[in-house]
């Protein structure tokens, strides 16, 4: 990992939270991983969210000014409260969530400011958990109008989405990242049948609404680029590391995957996308949540001791 500073600027949206797991509370939220991710790889990204007038709040923005990820597009909610959430990993390493519904980023505001910073922006990142209020939701409708790349982030997690909903944020969206079980409800909406190959899934919904580039994670198994750009599926292998939790992995692939594909100076190959972004995924995975510290040579380090542990003699 070479840490560059980019021209390229990009806006998160939605969710920011305190993760309240077994081990400690933790900073997260799926755009808030994906920023502080991007913001560490040189990229200069803006989070837009919402967070109480509480102390939970004010703990939130001090943490973030620490791990330099800006503040000019958070805002304070003087009725509902930051937001939480309960996590509970099982013995598999699998994780389920409880989160708090209503809160501060149900009712994210739309203001010049806002407007103006996403238009200027190169990408756009949203998911679907912020949409499940109709006020938040009001305004990101507005924000992909004036959006440059629009990257829906799929994070189901249950019961807040509905078929509908979903469906409409996959026809807004340039570039989708869902996992393999995603890719299985969106098919079962669809009506696809089981038999079909998930290649065969990714088309239909690539088709159906329109997107450009689609990327499928498969965890352990790795992830699968497909674009209409340039015609191509790509599989790249996961790395194999020991599992400390799964939390904010795919966030991490995300940011990584986005600091290649939207740089200025030179097109990147599938592969070198593909390869950082399982790479600090990876570095993720064998951490303890899912904003860990790290740098060029944490990063470097973690790639040569990973590439011991695989050579074979």
């Known amino acids: 990992m070479k840490r560059e500073i980019s021209n ?7 969710e920011i939270l305190w993760d309240n797991l077994p081990t400690g509370r933790k900073l997260g939220g799926a755009p808030l991983n994906v920023a502080y991710h991007l913001n560490k790889l040189g990229i200069h990204t803006d989070m ?3 967070v109480g007038r509480d102390a939970d709040g ?6 973030c000014a620490e791990l330099a990820i800006p503040l000019t597009l958070f805002q304070k ?4 409260p930051t937001s939480t959430v309960e996590v509970d990993i099982d ?11 209503p809160v501060a980023w149900d ?3 739309l203001g010049e400011k806002e407007i103006e910073t996403v238009n200027k922006a ?14 938040s939701y009001q305004t990101l409708q507005m924000l992909i109008k004036v959006a440059n790349y629009k990257v829906f982030d799929l994070n189901l997690r249950a019961p807040h989405y509905t078929k509908e909903r979903i469906f409409e944020l996959l026809g807004y969206a340039d570039l989708v990242k869902m996992n393999e079980e995603e890719l299985g409800f969106v098919a079962a909406w669809m009506g696809l049948s089981d038999a079909d190959t998930d290649t065969a899934k990714a088309e239909a919904v690539m088709t159906t609404f329109n997107i450009n580039e689609l990327i499928i994670t498969y965890g352990a198994k790795g992830a699968i680029y497909h674009s209409w750009l340039g015609k191509f599926s790509y599989h790249f292998p996961a790395l194999k590391v020991e599992v400390k939790d799964t939390i904010g992995s795919g966030d991490s692939f995300l940011a990584a995957f986005l600091s290649q594909r939207c740089r200025q100076d030179h097109q990147k190959t599938p592969e070198e996308m593909l390869e950082f972004a399982t790479t600090l995924s990876a570095f993720v995975t064998q951490s303890t949540g ?3 510290s790290y740098d060029e040579v944490t990063i470097n380090r973690f790639v040569w001791l990973n590439s011991l542990d695989n050579t074979k003699y």
């Open 107 to 109: 009712y994210i505001a």
């Open 48 to 50: 837009l969210t919402r």
């Open 8 to 14: 390229s600027k990009g806006v998160c949206f939605g």
């Open 77 to 80: 909610d003087s009725k509902y």
């Open 122 to 135: 190169d990408f756009f990142v949203f998911g679907s958990l912020s949409t499940r209020h109709h006020a």
């Open 58 to 63: 004010e703990d939130i923005i001090r943490l």
């Open 91 to 101: 013995e598999n390493k699998d994780v389920r969530y409880e989160i708090v519904f």
């Open 290 to 292: 899912a904003c860990p």
